[in-house]
């Protein structure tokens, strides 16, 4: 074997999507094997299809509130949030018939969803940014107080009976693909361009890698982090839509423990927590990942309360392997030197 084409098995073997595509290949035989054929039947992986924009909104949303070093615990609360302020909009423009909204009526609830979502981003960013307030004292305390007023708005019970129109963009599809596979590859996409090809993008990595070297550099950090926090808040939006077409109602507490695999895809796609580093590919693959196991518990019918104790077991293994793998390339480079 030549010494090029060792390098580059080598580069391939410490590349982070081969990881995370080896991971795929190995979760998939794995479960494969505990569930039988059903796991890989047509059904299964179309099912797969409607449920995947569901975790890789959250942990996109996620991705981009690390990317400065912060956190955004109130994602999915905002999305329950968002839900019930477009259910709410719905109801007062029909006289309290949903379900007969047309088109119209619907992009006008949907954009005061929008509205109120991007104001919850302002909230939390202006406070991040201006104030200084950890990230995580924020969202946690914006996450609370979305859950209280949600709670307070609903009295606790679930609204449903939404146009069949807005329920097609989470149960629906085109052509035999899910109409919300299709918005899912749209954002992405659009996502792609922002933080990779644009000017903001560059200065968003920029002041997660080094905030006081940004400002020497004449990068206004703080309105990069409040607009950071709004485009986090909008993937909440992209969430609570996908959440409304499939299950046609709302709930002040709705996929509450997805806060916890949110954290978990940001974790396994590579995410750095301290900011500066992440890539939208890795987070894609690993909402794939966290798809097939979730899809994998569930078949498997294990205990809900079990399947959230996996997702904390799951963060521990990885946080531990990290840092096995870091000491691990300590004690080589020392050898080597």
Known sequence: MTKTVQNMISKVRNDQHFHLLATIVLVTALLTILIGPRFLSAANIMSMAYQLPLIGFLAIGMMISELSGGINLSIVANANFNGIIIALTLRALTGGNMAEA???????????????TVLIGVFNGVLIAKF????????????TLLQGVSIVITRGYTISGF??????????????????????????????FLLNRSSYGEKLYMTGANQKASRFSNVQVERIIIIEYVLSACFAFFTSIVMIGQMNSVKANYAESYVLVAVLASFLGGVDPNGGF????????????????????????????????????????????????????????????
């Not at 200084?132 to 996450?143: E, K, R």
């Not at 807005?166 to 693909?177: K, P, Q, W």
């Not at 954002?187 to 792609?192: D, M, Q």
């Not at 959230?308 to 793998?325: C, Y």
């Open 102 to 116: 047309n088109g119209g009526l619907i992009i006008l609830a949907c954009l005061a969803g929008l509205a109120a």
């Open 132 to 143: 200084n307030i950890p990230a995580i004292l924020v969202t946690l305390g914006s996450m």
């Open 163 to 192: 146009p069949k129109a807005l329920i097609a963009l989470g149960n629906d599809s085109i052509a035999g693909i899910p109409i919300s596979i299709i918005i899912f590859i749209a954002v992405v996409a659009g996502t792609h």
């Open 278 to 337: 992440g890539k939208l590919s890795g987070m894609v693959l690993a909402a794939v990942i966290l798809q097939l196991i979730s899809t994998g518990l569930n078949l498997l019918r294990l205990d809900p309360f079990m399947i959230t104790a996996t997702w904390g077991g799951i963060i521990i293994i990885i946080l531990a392997a990290r840092e096995a793998g870091g000491f691990i390339e300590k004690k080589l480079n020392r050898k080597k030197e």
